[in-house]
C-alpha cells in the first residue's frame, strides 16, 4: 500500500496565479521494522514526475530532511528555469519557496559550506597542476 500523503504545496508564476507550474507533495513516513523511518516527496514539474527519498533516525527528522531536499529543487529551478518568478499561497518576496534549503537549513549549512570550502581547495589545486 503506498503512503499516505501528508502535505500539498503549488507554486506558480507570479503573473499566473491559477495554473501551478509545480506541486510539491510529502507523503507519510514509512518505518520497516529494523531501520530508520524513509520519506518520500514528489515534485510534479510541467508533466514531469520527481520522486526523492530519505531517512533519518525519527520521522520528524525524516520530513525535516524532505523538506530541505524538496526545497533546495525548487529553489534551483526558481532560480535557473523560472527566473525567481515563482510564488506560492505564503510568498512574501522575490525568490521566497517558503522552505529551508541545504544552503541555509540549521540541520545542513555547517556541512554545505565544509564541501564548499573543500571544492574551491580541489578547483583551486587543480590550477596549480597545469
Known amino acids: 500500500m503506498p503512503p499516505e500523503m501528508i502535505a500539498e504545496r ?9 495554473s501551478p507550474v ?9 518505518q520497516t521494522e529494523d531501520d530508520y523511518p524513509r520519506c518520500i516527496f514528489r515534485l510534479l514539474t510541467e508533466g514531469r514526475v ?5 531517512s533519518s533516525v525519527d520521522s520528524i527528522g ?8 524538496a526545497g533546495t529543487n525548487i529553489a534551483g529551478l526558481n532560480e535557473a528555469v523560472y527566473h525567481n518568478k515563482l510564488r506560492w499561497e505564503g510568498s512574501s518576496a522575490d ?12 540541520l545542513t549549512k555547517e556541512s554545505y ?18
Open 95 to 106: 525568490g521566497d519557496i517558503g522552505l529551508p534549503t541545504i544552503e541555509n537549513s540549521p
Open 22 to 30: 509545480i506541486v510539491l507533495q510529502v507523503f507519510h513516513p514509512d
Open 50 to 54: 520527481q520522486e526523492a527519498e530519505d
Open 62 to 69: 525524516c520530513i525535516a530532511t524532505a523538506l530541505i531536499m
Open 113 to 130: 559550506a565544509e564541501a564548499e570550502r573543500w571544492a574551491l581547495r580541489e578547483k583551486v589545486r587543480a590550477g596549480g597542476n597545469r
Open 10 to 18: 503549488r507554486y506558480y508564476l507570479e503573473e499566473n496565479p491559477g
